[in-house]
């Protein structure tokens, strides 16, 4: 089965140790962005780490992308249309139409755009995958 992770599973399995879970898989390049957005976060919102802290586990998390396939995202009316009608952000309508181009099944720990993408593909939530 080909997954494409997006970047709350990817962050949650990291954070857990799991990355063998993702590893041998898909994303987006767009993962890369959302994953620094969500360690900035932790580092200047919510103070969950310094940023020493933040920069080490940014860099261990990005390194591990490496061994992940990528998934160009293409399409970006399908994409913007997929995003109006089901009121998302064109960043979560990315993920959805990467899958259907790539017909792989979604694996993320966002539950509304699990529910929303699984009206257009097969999905499931990071708990529910194996390594390879």
Known sequence: MSLLF???AILNLSHEGKTETFIDHATTPLAQYEIGNAVWKKVNLTHELTEGAGKQYLTKVLDTLQYMGEVKIENAEAILEI?????LS?????YIQAAIASTSTLVTDDIR???????YIETTDSQHTQPQ
């Open 6 to 8: 997006d970047s709350s």
């Open 83 to 87: 995003a109006h009608k089901e009121r």
């Open 90 to 94: 064109y960043y979560d309508a990315s």
């Open 113 to 119: 755009l699990r529910r929303v993408a699984a009206k």
